[in-house]
């Protein structure tokens, strides 16, 4: 079965630091790929995502995330965080027509 | 951008009673909608997946006798949580796949917090 890891749980930046949480998965094969992102008090939200083409994607508020098949990998990266990223950001894949989370990364940016 | 509600937003039940979760998606009819659940600090669980007009499809593990789904419209779908005892408290999450978008993007509602005492 396809699982999901992220490897940071707790990240702590200060602001225009650059940012890059990482995510594997561990099925190959064709997938797609997904970064969320839920802010404090609110629901999740898509902040990108991966079906086709160009590895490298962009996605809302600057944030950008690079598939590497070879690796497994689908690292999200931002090269300034604001404040305003303090967050809590999810890995996700779909897996059999079903979408397959990461445990998450909690993302905390000192102003 | 295409928008799911749920409610309640937040419920406080008796152990042993049950309590119904509605998930609606508001501009878009979803044939298919998921639920999860959120433990702190953990990861969405997917619970069910819930087909308009058809029974649900659970996850290992997940008692279908406890958490009954119902997708009667293409716009509803609600979860029962029935005898709920205090290891249900959680966070549910609805989401629902909007059709006419790609074919994996799901809409997530804004979730449920059940304490069950």
């Known amino acids: 079965a396809q699982s999901v890891s992220q490897h940071n749980h707790h990240v702590i930046l200060s602001e225009a630091a650059s940012l890059e949480l990482g995510c594997n998965y561990s099925y190959g094969g064709t997938v797609n790929l997904f970064w969320y992102v839920q802010y404090p008090g609110q629901h999740l939200q898509l902040l990108l995502k991966?079906?086709?083409?160009?590895?490298l994607v962009k996605g809302i508020k600057g944030f950008e995330a690079e598939f590497i098949k070879s690796k497994f990998s689908f690292n999200l990266r931002k090269p300034s965080v604001q404040w305003s990223d303090t967050a809590e950001y999810f890995c996700a894949v779909t897996w059999d027509d079903k979408i397959i989370f990461g445990k998450g990364t909690r993302l905390h940016i000192l102003p | 951008g295409a928008v799911v509600s749920q409610h309640p937003s937040w419920v406080i039940c008796k152990s042993g009673t049950s309590v119904k979760i509605e998930c609606r998606s508001l501009d878009f009819q979803a044939t298919t909608m998921f639920w999860y659940r959120q433990f702190p600090k953990q990861s969405l669980m997917l619970m069910a997946t819930s087909n308009e007009g058809s029974k649900a499809t659970y996850e290992q593990g997940v008692e279908k006798d406890k958490f009954l789904i119902n997708h009667a419209s293409l716009t509803l779908s609600t979860l029962t949580v029935t005898s709920a005892h205090p290891e249900d408290s959680s966070f549910y999450i609805c989401?629902?796949?909007?059709?006419?978008?790609?074919?994996?993007?799901?809409?997530f509602g804004p979730g449920t917090r059940l304490t069950v005492l």
């Open positions: 989401s629902a796949r909007d059709p006419s978008s790609s074919t994996d993007t799901q809409y």
């Open positions: 991966y079906f086709s083409g160009d590895p």
